[in-house]
């Protein structure tokens, strides 16, 4: 007889007091063993996390260990069991592994292959790799949530997902919860039991009142209400703030916008005309077009909601200030009865609610193009067909993994209790109820691949120049981080594709890509040009690179300042309870408490930018890749290489910070989490 060392590590068991029938077997390149039921002694020791060791005998030599089945027979109500990795130490003392990583729920057999990653056109085990998606695809199913919108895998509700896609406690995603958490520890539960919850603040003194009882503000929400309302600052957050996608470069004023030399003259300290400003690349534009015609939110009969879709002129000044100079709320050609153009001289009030109704559409595109569509919507589709075309020994699977942790369940919560009819985004938002579904829809009409492509988007805003835009921390970190995460992907792709026929010959890369374009995104346009295949390397490590920082950077600069910039609710009202001002010396203070969020919108609307910013307990930063799915040399050397890189930047940012008044952190790398789950 011959002994085989079996040792198996398995984890996240904590609710499980004893797991039943776990049968394993070994096979060989000369041979399998008999299916061995783990002596229940054994079996019990994987209720808890731990390394445990059995002996398998067999009366002939197996050769090199080239699998490990598992089947669990499933006996008791959620016993299943979850493992991390199996070794094998063979007579001969070679060593084997085999990373799992999943739970094993059901009869089905469970075949591992080892750590090595391999090309299908590598792979003389093909027949598993095709039994293994077969398997995924039956269980990762497309489908369409709401007309236009990203596919989205088929589940009714977050308990329904595959359990290895799960959060692994329920309240790591139940908002309802978070929100309410969020209401108390803030202390905001006070106000939401009023019964005149739901009537005007007085002025701007009471935000400030109720804001400096929140027990956990932070230096920038702080730094907010105190500078809120001055023209500097209001052009500052388009370059540094949640929402730092929104400035582009203007060269020609746009058809509908009204504004004029005389008006803005001003405003230009260099003693140029606006036209010879423009020329000059000083005059730059937030254009909130993709709100017009959107219907505000209407779920709430005795609170009547607007929206609308402003011009908002930026200018570059002689000290390198962003300033707002010129601001028009509606989308009419002609100045008159229903337009006019907002201006800094102007009375104090008017052009105070001019700058919150752009805040207030800028909340609006952030929350549903910025942060949903484009990080977690978009991050889903790679998600969901990673796990339909690629199996876990390819080695672009291998990189992946880590980047779509938590990704389809957090989304599976979103859709059940967040931004559904009756959801909790109804709560406090502009654009509930059918808004949501029109401003997608709208975005999906223009949105394009190389806008994915951190470098791409900043020339295509004409914000990509250093010294033509200086202190756009946004772009220049965002810079760093994707060139380390793609210098990265491509010492991995390098690895394995040793050419660009290498690329094309990988028939489970194309068929991934080729998911994502007519599957996950087959509701955008021809013109959003997403790859239906790869040719070269390049285009490989581009795409890779895309779908890595867009869940990783992108969705952390875009998410985690919601409560330092949005918790001061006059800087962006999540809402707005007036219609829009078509005329100047109309408004008062009065007006402006009567358009602003009430009592009990603010607290939800505080609430959940509080909630939505939080860090998960378990978090995991960029490059942080506790699961070992890679034990190829080369791959471990290209991987501590990018940990330095990564190291670098934040050094970098943190030297840069401490010169700052407002420091800037979103993209620093040491808080940038692997992937989109929260």
């Known amino acids: 007889m011959f002994k085989y060392t079996v040792s198996v590590t398995t984890g996240k068991q904590e609710h499980a007091e004893t797991i039943n029938d776990i049968y394993l077997t070994l096979v060989g390149t000369e041979g399998s063993s008999d299916r061995t039921l783990l002596d229940k002694s054994v079996v019990d020791h994987f209720a808890r996390e731990s390394v445990v060791s059995v002996d398998i005998n067999v009366k002939e030599i197996l050769g ?101 896609i799960q959060f692994e406690t329920e309240k790591s995603v139940d908002f309802s919860l978070n929100y309410i958490k969020a209401i108390r520890n803030l202390g905001l539960n006070k106000i939401m039991a009023l019964t005149f919850s739901q009537s005007s603040w007085k002025d701007i003194a009471d935000f400030e009142k109720i804001f400096l009882k929140i027990k956990t503000r932070t230096q920038e929400s702080e730094y907010v209400m105190q500078n809120w309302n001055k023209d500097h600052f209001f052009g500052y957050q388009f370059l540094n703030g949640y929402n730092p996608v929104m400035i582009r470069k203007c060269m020609n004023l746009p058809d509908k916008f009204a504004v004029t030399q005389e008006m803005v003259e001003g405003s230009l300290d260099r003693g140029l005309t606006l036209q010879e400003e423009l020329e000059a690349g ?12 959107v219907q505000a939110n209407a779920t709430d009969p005795d609170t009547k909601q607007y929206l609308a879709a402003p011009f908002c002129l930026l200018y570059k000044n002689s000290q390198n200030e962003i300033l707002p100079i010129a601001i028009q709320l509606s989308r009419q050609t002609t100045l008159g009865v229903g337009n006019t153009v907002f201006l800094p001289s102007d009375n104090q009030y008017d052009w105070m609610l001019a700058k919150m109704w752009v805040k207030s559409a800028d909340f609006s595109v952030h929350q549903l193009v910025t942060h949903l569509l484009r ?15 690629l199996p876990a020994v390819h ?7 880590p980047h779509v942790r938590f990704t389809v369940a957090i989304n599976a919560a979103a859709r059940e209790k967040l931004i559904c009819k009756s959801g909790l985004f109804e709560k406090a938002n502009g654009t509930g109820g059918n808004g949501v579904v029109e401003v997608i829809q709208k975005a999906m009409k223009s949105l394009a691949y190389k806008s994915l492509c951190f470098p791409e988007a ?20 965002g810079m760093m981080v994707w060139e380390a995460v793609k210098s990265f992907v491509s010492d991995v792709v390098r690895i394995y594709y040793s050419s660009d026929e290498t690329v094309q010959e990988d028939e489970e890369i194309q068929a991934f890509v080729h998911d ?20 070269t390397r390049e285009q490989l490590v581009e795409y890779l690179t895309v779908v890595i920082f867009t869940a990783s950077a992108q969705h952390a600069a875009v998410n985690f300042g919601q409560f330092d910039w949005c918790a001061w609710i006059p800087n962006c009202p999540s809402t707005m309870r007036r219609p829009p001002p078509t005329q100047k010396g109309q408004v008062d203070m009065k007006y402006i408490m009567e358009s602003l969020p009430d009592r009990e919108r603010s607290s939800w609307h505080v609430g959940a930018v509080w909630a939505l910013s939080q860090f998960q307990d378990d978090e995991l930063y960029l490059g942080q890749y506790p699961d070992t799915h890679f034990t190829e040399q080369p791959v471990i050397e290209a991987t501590k290489a990018f940990r330095n890189k990564l190291f670098e930047v934040t050094n970098i940012i943190k030297m840069r ?14 808080k940038i989490p692997n992937s989109v789950a929260i």
């Not at 990080?375 to 075309?389: G, K, N, P």
């Not at 080695?395 to 993994?401: C, D, E, G, W």
């Not at 910070?657 to 040491?670: A, G, H, M, Q, T």
């Open 64 to 164: 090199d260990i080239v699998l490990v089945k598992l089947v669990k027979k499933e006996i008791l109500l959620d016993d299943h069991w979850y493992c991390k990795c199996i070794s094998v130490t063979t007579p001969s003392g070679d060593s084997f592994e085999f990373p799992c990583y999943r739970w094993i729920a059901n009869e089905k057999e469970v075949s591992l292959r080892d750590r090595k990653g391999r090309l299908p056109q590598d792979d003389n085990m093909k027949q598993h790799r095709h039994m293994e998606l077969e398997s995924r695809q039956r269980l990762f199913r497309w489908t369409e949530w709401r007309p236009g919108f990203p596919m989205s895998i088929d589940a009714n509700s977050r308990t329904d997902l595959p359990l290895d």
């Open 282 to 293: 000083n005059i730059y534009i937030a254009d909130y077009a993709i709100l017009e015609g």
């Open 375 to 389: 990080t977690h919507l978009i991050s889903e589709v790679f998600a969901i067909a990673m796990y339909r075309q």
């Open 395 to 401: 080695p672009v699977f291998k990189l992946l993994i």
């Open 458 to 477: 900043m020339k295509a805003r004409g914000v990509d120049n250093k010294e033509d835009l200086p202190n756009y921390y946004y772009r220049d970190d």
């Open 516 to 535: 994502v374009c007519f599957s996950g995104m087959k509701n955008c346009p021809k013109s959003c040009e997403f790859p239906n295949s790869l040719k």
């Open 657 to 670: 910070n401490e010169k700052l008044i407002l420091p800037y952190r979103y993209l620093s790398p040491d």
